[in-house]
């Protein structure tokens, strides 16, 4: 009988800490805050990948495209961890503000943030925030490539990238979940 009560005891016991420690959608935000957010220009091919395209005599060519990176910093004081895993449920973007928007447009010509605008490619990864803990997310957003292509437009000058780079933070990361927007955090206030 010892033996019994003892084996349903840590049953109830498990049961307790599972229940207690168990994941889910983001569904209160004032326990997300995000620490820090940085941007990077790169093509560097180890964080953008490569394009395989055609050139011109119809063979396979290797292209780096440029990206503005941005990672993110969220810590999660819940006591469970949240989900930003899926991308049909939970979707993260930034709201630019209008120097962004402006630099934006004067170094592509459309407004990359925009995404019936972007005709060039963002990428994303999320994942899981522990409970009491912190996570890394990414955002980026091709930009061009170095060499001429028929897939990417080639990079603005320098001085134009460096604009769009010196107002990359000039702007709101939003979270939304189920179409909804949920979370906004100011990405300049992070430093």
Same mark, same amino acid.
């Given at each position: 009988?010892?033996?019994?009560?003892?084996?349903?005891?840590?049953?109830?016991?498990?049961?307790?800490?599972?229940?207690?420690?168990k994941?889910?959608?983001?569904?209160?935000?004032?326990?997300?805050?995000?620490?820090?957010?940085?941007?990077?220009?790169?093509?560097?091919?180890?964080?953008v990948?490569?394009?395989?395209?055609?050139?011109?005599?119809?063979? *396979? =060519?290797?292209?780096?495209?440029?990206? +503005?990176h %941005? /990672?993110?910093?969220?810590?999660? !004081?819940? @006591?469970?961890?949240m989900?930003?895993?899926?991308?049909?449920?939970?979707?993260?973007?930034?709201?630019?503000?209008?120097?962004?928007?402006?630099?934006?447009?004067?170094?592509?010509?459309?407004?990359?943030?925009?995404?019936?605008?972007?005709?060039?490619?963002?990428?994303?990864?999320?994942?899981?925030?522990? *409970? =009491?803990?912190?996570?890394?997310?990414? +955002?980026? %957003? /091709?930009?061009?490539?170095?060499? !001429?292509? @028929?897939?990417?437009?080639?990079?603005?000058?320098?001085?134009?990238?460096?604009?769009?780079?010196?107002?990359?933070?000039?702007?709101?990361?939003?979270?939304?979940q189920?179409?909804?927007?949920?979370?906004?955090?100011?990405?300049?206030s992070?430093?």
């Open positions: 009988m010892k033996k019994f009560y003892l084996g349903f005891s840590v049953i109830c016991l498990l049961f307790i800490v599972t229940a207690c420690s994941t889910e959608y983001v569904n209160n935000v004032d326990y997300l805050k995000l620490q820090k957010a940085e941007v990077m220009l790169t093509d560097d091919k180890k964080i990948g490569e394009m395989i395209v055609p050139d011109k005599k119809n063979k *396979s =060519k290797r292209i780096v495209p440029t990206e +503005l %941005y /990672t993110f910093t969220m810590e999660n !004081k819940s @006591n469970n961890s989900a930003l895993s899926d991308p049909v449920k939970t979707n993260i973007r930034i709201e630019p503000d209008k120097e962004l928007v402006s630099a934006v447009k004067e170094a592509i010509g459309s407004n990359i943030y925009k995404m019936d605008n972007n005709k060039l490619g963002v990428g994303m990864s999320t994942g899981e925030i522990p *409970s =009491k803990g912190t996570s890394k997310f990414t +955002l980026n %957003y /091709t930009l061009g490539a170095k060499e !001429k292509n @028929n897939k990417l437009p080639l990079l603005p000058t320098e001085e134009k990238l460096k604009k769009l780079q010196d107002n990359a933070l000039k702007g709101t990361l939003i979270i939304s189920d179409d909804k927007d949920i979370a906004e955090f100011r990405l300049d992070s430093q």
